[in-house]
């Protein structure tokens, strides 16, 4: 009957370890996996966060600039657009160009900045200016030397030796004769040789 007790207390407290120990085993192993799937569930929302701030940013890093539209469109005024936004656009929302306006007086593909005046002249207001352009480029090629084809009464009187009944010659031959080819040819005008045109020579020029 002893033995019978020992036997039986002896198997209860094998039951009772084991079961203590499976508990502790179990215990641990289903804290990890929490753990994990914690550690998990944090990663995706970071990534959520992240993906979501990122789109923020980027939504706010988007730039708008403000133009003046005016001249001969349909609707003149200041007008937002997206930056890096074209030349055209800006035109768009203007409501475009009227009848009177040049459109090849334009870069349409061009870019536009924030606070640019964007003028569309008409047509006659464009071919006035291309005029005024190529006068002074013809000037230009001159290298600051007086352009006989085109000088003025005044500006040719600033020449060495010519005065005013010279100046005035030199305009009528242009009249009656059209532009001087080359320099050599004012020797053409009354009253200008040789010993005249070494004087002037160095301060003149001729350009179409």
């Known amino acids: 009957m002893h033995n019978k007790k020992i036997k039986y207390f002896t198997a209860t407290g094998v039951i009772i370890i084991f079961g203590v120990l499976y508990g502790l085993f179990w215990h641990r192993n289903n804290q990890k996996e929490r753990y994990l ?3 998990m569930k944090e990663t995706i929302q970071t990534a959520e966060m992240t993906e979501e701030t990122e789109e923020t940013v980027a939504l706010g890093q988007e730039q708008w ?13 200041v007008y937002s657009l997206r930056e890096g936004a074209r030349m055209y656009e800006a035109l768009e ?16 593909a061009l870019p536009v900045g924030d606070g640019e005046r964007i ?19 013809k000037e230009a090629e001159c290298n600051g030397r007086i352009n006989i084809n085109t000088a ?25 004769n059209g532009n001087f080819s080359v320099i050599e040819d004012i020797m053409k005008i009354p009253g200008i040789k040789e010993a005249a045109f ?7 020029c001729v350009s179409f």
Not at 65 to 77: A, D, E, L, R
Not at 198 to 204: E, H, R
Request: hydrophobic share 35%.
């Open 152 to 176: 003025s009464r005044e500006q040719l009187m600033t020449l060495p030796g010519i005065g005013e009944a010279k100046a005035d010659a030199i305009l009528a031959y242009r009249r009656e």
């Open 93 to 108: 929302l203007a409501g475009g160009l009227t009848e009177e306006g040049c459109a090849d007086y334009l870069e349409l």
């Open 119 to 137: 003028y569309v002249p008409s047509v006659e207001e464009a071919a006035s200016n291309s005029q005024l352009i190529q006068s002074s480029q």
């Open 37 to 39: 799937f914690d550690e």
């Open 65 to 77: 600039i403000y133009v003046y539209v005016c001249g001969s469109v349909k609707m003149p005024g």
């Open 198 to 204: 070494a004087k002037i020579k160095d301060y003149i």
